[in-house]
């Protein structure tokens, strides 16, 4: 079983909807980072949280440290944001990915 | 003014060669790393360099060298290369080894035939 467990794999939504993707992680970590992976391949850091919550923009990530759990949520979803959304924990000086949401959003 | 660089973007070679991926990064940042992305999208640390000294070599196949001739370079050396290493790489560097202000390279897309 991977360290890292995201949940759902694939996601497919209408422009407009609330998305939600969820990272569970069994090890302990200094921080979680949400990355976006682009159809391109180029990634970018979104959040590197190690409590509470973080906005940026339409996006919003929290983490529930007791529980080792975060969620990424979209806002009023673009078909922009399609991508592949990764979690990654911090710890022993690397990041352990999860294995990736595809997010595909249809205008 | 890009923050991670590395280069080539595409490399395809044969069986057998030995070839390099390079890596420079201006943001000043302390740490690098190279990341392997496989065929199923999953990223796995290769190695991590801290101010030029080697933090983390992760079980990666001695065919891979890297080299830090400074902090602001992260250098990927493979010899005898194996249809195994088709690959995408990535380098990264962060502020520090907890891994402030991630920030990726564009990754390098290796096939070898």
């Known amino acids: 079983k991977n360290e890292v467990e995201q949940s759902p794999q694939n996601l497919t939504a209408q422009e407009g909807e609330f998305i939600t993707i969820n990272c569970s992680y069994s090890?302990?970590?200094?921080?979680l980072h949400w990355l976006q992976q682009h159809p391109g391949g180029g990634i970018v850091s979104l959040f590197m949280?190690?409590?509470g919550k973080k906005k940026h923009g339409r996006l919003i990530a929290t983490i529930n440290i007791q529980e080792k759990h975060s969620s990424l949520h979209i806002t009023a979803s673009h078909p922009r944001d399609s991508a592949v959304y990764i979690c990654?924990?911090?710890?022993?000086?690397?990041?352990?990915f999860g294995q990736g949401t595809r997010l595909t959003i249809n205008p | 003014d890009t923050a991670v660089s590395q280069t080539p973007k595409y490399l395809v070679t044969q069986m057998g060669n030995d070839k390099s991926i390079k890596c420079e990064q201006n943001?000043?940042?302390?740490?690098m790393y190279w990341y392997k992305q496989d065929s199923k999208k999953f990223l796995k640390i290769m190695f991590s360099?801290?101010?030029?000294?080697?933090?983390i070599n992760e079980t990666v196949p001695n065919r891979f060298s890297p080299k830090s001739p400074d902090k602001a370079h992260l250098n990927l050396h493979i010899n005898s290369l194996e249809l195994g290493d088709s690959a995408v790489y990535f380098c990264?560097?962060?502020?520090?080894?907890?891994?402030?202000?991630?920030?990726f390279g564009s990754g390098t897309r290796l096939t070898v035939v």
């Open positions: 990264a560097s962060s502020q520090d080894l907890r891994g402030h202000g991630y920030t």
């Open positions: 090890v302990g970590i200094s921080a």
């Open positions: 949280l190690s409590s």
């Open positions: 990654a924990v911090s710890g022993a000086q690397k990041l352990v």
């Open positions: 943001l000043g940042h302390d740490t």
């Open positions: 360099y801290n101010n030029k000294e080697l933090i």
